[in-house]
């Protein structure tokens, strides 16, 4: 009885053993770590496994290869088709393999002359782990397998279909650099990398996204970005626990500061240079694999307003530039709020032609002014959204002749008047002004409170309603740094970089708020002004 | 890091600038109360003149015990009781205060510009705003004055310079029509003026430094007096003798603007920029009376004071002042009138000799130093 008890006993823990064992090395569910099994010395276990784990996919490609004297060495070269470069695998793994013709005693000695001698791949990774050997395959690692070894080799040769740099099409410049990021992130890096050819540049990668193991890179200069920023963006990081990140605007939401704000408090961009600029003036970029759109931070206010061209036109353009953006987010923000405000409750500012002439054209409209600018703006938006989902041969032409046709129509239906129409023309053209898209967002999504607030309560609405927006501006931070600083708080040298663009050689130093210790920016000697007018 | 926590003397002196001018702006000279306006520019400077040594003891009192609020200090040189009740009625006038300009601009709007939209639809909004504000804390009112005060202070110079085509400096003349005496009045009522930046006492622990304290202090008394003078010598020059009669005299000069024909009447400009003012100033008052309400009810925090205090100004602003005759008639003793400046005087006075009482007793009159040298 005692002996058959610990047989069914033995029985259990046996089965128990080998169920897990046999369980699929794949992704652990939900924790995305790795199991910790090791290889078998079987091949063709190991095979197995890494078959098992990704559940028989097609695209799996495992090449069984014979090498040795005679042949004695079993081998297997496993990878993603798509995710590799095929003639790499052949010439740099599969040749060299093949052609292994010394007899050596042990899978160790294969494993190592394969590393140190006959593998002609820059990177090659020794693997103990199972899960960790699925993973390398599966980040498009090309494995080589050997029989008896408890180690499979992970060479670097991946190689998948990718669009060259070209000019970013949301950030286009009429001066300056026309190459862009795109979706891979080492090429992104090496854009970076050219540009600011200095060990200094530090390039911290980890994985994020538990399902998606999204490769993400946290670039600064050491000596210029603050340890105390870098620690915190590390730690934030370190916090982010989510399936995927599939763009950097997730990742945004999940390590900014205000998540509830409309206003954007990271910076993003797909431009080289404006990354390179903003990394020497101390700040962090966070890059992200399989997306052209590069976070910057510690973001502030201002930044939203500036562009790259800013820096390399002269300063007077780049000053006109600067207050004409501003002058484009005012309006956008608050033409057609002051336009209710006005024709509703504050007749009296106007000239009295002027008011007799938008009173005329108002004549027969059946809807009070905040309905009509309302109908105005909602079909305004409604244009644009279709005018970017539309296929680009066809999008132009559809909103021209949308929105020529439908404000035409609506005039001459007598729905609104042409005053309305200029006014919503006019702000739709100003928010275009604003560089940075997801700040023209939050500004589109804030003039229809100002609208409400102005066809209740006029000027006084609009006042109360700019106070409430600066006191929630002022009160942002982004990683430390105040967002709508060197404003609030006054930062008296920073100003020169602001809404004005003084002329280079007199920003001689970054942004103090930024940087740790290395605050110069231009050496003696670097200004042009003195005895230029001499020569 | 160049970014402080603390306030510096800048943002102390845009505080108490915004505090002061905002609502001396809306309300001069009529509230001073004299027959001719034609000498009331004397008023404005020597008032100034006078307030500074008054800003200045108010300051040293601060300094000398390590940077410390009026309710610490009342408490400390006073003991818990008379500190306490020093500390509750420094809450009330502060109410009393947000209730006064919680009143005026609202009055502002009513009169300039919306006659038929009730009162308190303006005094309840400007309240939540500002104690919205109030409620982030004195470093957010801090950052936010810098900028305000330079916007408030560019549409005053705007408001005084764009009417020059009506000024007539014929009406400035005669400069003292019955003599120097009838100034002795407006000179006592616009000391008081300045002494509504007592606030500073309570803002003096966020400080970076004690000097910083004083150049704040100083800077904006110094300002402020100019454009009260300057006010003055424009809207006479504007409106001659008459101008104290005027309800909103800043407002009216602002409706005698018109711009190359196309604008005709910048008040609204005007009005919106005493908005940010105001509404900063209401915040700064409200922080103060939460934060020492806070310090007396033994509360860790003030946040949830500031909005119920906010409340109370409506209410205060609403059922002190029935109609605007009464509200007109009222201000002069509350804001400008002797009852600030007995009670302000009267407590530097107590807790001066407190203090001094204590120094010669050998007490901790010296206990907050510490915070000053550090």
Known sequence: ?535 | MTITHKTTARQLGSVLFLLRVATMTLTLPSVIGMPSSQGLWLAGIVGTVISLPLLAWMVTLSRAEGLDDVVRISRRLLGPIGGSTVGWLFVLYWLILAAFELRYISEAYLTGTMPETPIVVFMALTALVSAGIARRGIRLIAMMAELIAFLVLISLLLTMVLPLDVVRLRNLLPVFPEGLQPLILPTATAVPLFLDMVVLMMIAPSMTSGVGLMQGTVWSALVSGAVLTLLIVVVTAVFGPISTALELPALSLTRMISIGGAVERLELITVVSWTFGIGLALATVLWAAATASAHLLGLRCFEPLVYPLGGLAVFLGIRMWPDVSNFDKSTTAISGGLVTSLFILAVLAVLTAARWLRRRAGGGGDSGRRGETE
């Not at chain 1, 593998?119 to 993973?135: C, G, K, M, N, R």
């Not at chain 1, 390039?203 to 670039?219: D, H, Q």
């Not at chain 1, 804030?446 to 006191?471: M, T």
């Open chain 1, 1 to 535: 009885m005692g002996k058959k008890l610990l047989a069914r006993l033995l029985l259990r823990l046996t089965r128990a053993i080998a169920g897990r064992k046999s369980a699929p090395r794949g992704l652990a569910s939900g924790s995305g770590r790795p199991d910790g099994a090791g290889l078998s010395p079987d091949l063709e276990a190991n095979i197995e496994g890494i078959v098992q784990a990704f559940g028989g996919s097609g695209d799996l490609v495992v090449r069984r290869l014979r090498a040795g004297r005679s042949g004695s060495v079993s081998a297997a070269v496993v990878h993603l088709e798509g995710l590799v470069d095929k003639d790499l695998v052949a010439q740099c793994i599969i040749r060299p393999v093949t052609l292994m013709t010394e007899n050596l005693a042990s899978p160790s000695e294969v494993l190592d002359r394969l590393c140190d001698a006959l593998l002609s791949v820059t990177v090659v990774d020794q693997i103990a782990d199972a899960h960790e050997v699925a993973l390398a395959v599966a980040e498009g690692l090309c494995v080589v397998l050997i029989d008896s070894a408890r180690t499979a080799l992970a060479c670097a040769v991946q190689g998948w279909a990718q669009r060259s740099p070209e000019e970013p099409t949301t950030e286009a410049t009429v001066r300056g650099p026309k190459e862009g990021f795109v979706e891979s992130l080492r090429i992104n890096t090496s854009m970076l990398r050219r540009r600011i050819a200095d060990p200094r540049l530090h390039i911290e990668e980890r994985r994020l996204g538990r399902v998606t193991r999204t490769l993400v890179a946290m670039a600064y200069v050491q000596g210029i970005a603050r340890p105390s920023v870098i620690q915190e963006v590390r730690s934030r990081l370190d916090k982010v626990d989510v399936d995927s990140i599939q763009e950097s605007g997730q990742l945004e939401e999940l390590i900014m500061d205000a998540p509830l704000s409309p206003f954007p408090t990271i910076a993003r961009s797909e431009r080289p240079d404006r990354i390179v600029g903003a990394l020497l003036d101390g700040r962090i970029a966070i890059i992200v694999d399989g997306t052209p759109f590069v976070l910057i931070m510690p973001a502030t206010f201002m930044m939203y307003l500036t562009t790259s061209e800013d820096y390399f036109e002269l300063f007077y353009s780049g000053t006109l530039i600067r207050f004409t953006r501003l002058l484009a987010l005012t309006l956008s923000l608050l033409l057609p709020s002051v336009y209710i405000a006005v024709t509703t409750f504050h007749q009296e500012m106007l000239p009295t032609p002027l008011i007799l002439s938008i009173a005329a054209q108002r004549e027969g409209i059946p809807f009070p002014a905040f309905f009509e600018a309302l109908i105005m703006e909602i079909m305004f938006e409604l244009v644009r959204e279709a005018g970017i989902r539309l296929p680009r041969v066809i999008g132009p032409a559809i909103s021209i002749v949308g929105v020529l046709v439908l404000g035409d129509a609506a005039i001459r239906a007598g729905l609104v008047s042409p005053i309305m129409v200029i006014v919503v023309a006019a702000t739709g053209i100003a928010s275009l002004g604003t560089p940075e898209f997801s700040l023209a967002i939050s500004i589109r999504l804030l003039r229809f409170v100002f609208l409400a607030a102005a066809a209740s309560l006029g000027f006084f609405g609009i006042a109360v309603g700019v106070l409430a927006l600066y006191a929630h501006l002022t009160a942002l931070e982004s990683f430390g740094v105040p967002y709508m600083s060197p404003i609030a708080p006054v930062i008296d040298s920073e100003l020169k970089d602001t809404m004005v663009r003084a002329p280079w050689w007199a920003m001689k130093q970054r942004p103090r708020s930024l940087v740790w210790y290395n605050d110069t920016r231009l050496g003696q000697g670097s200004s042009g002004k003195d005895g230029d007018g001499e020569r």
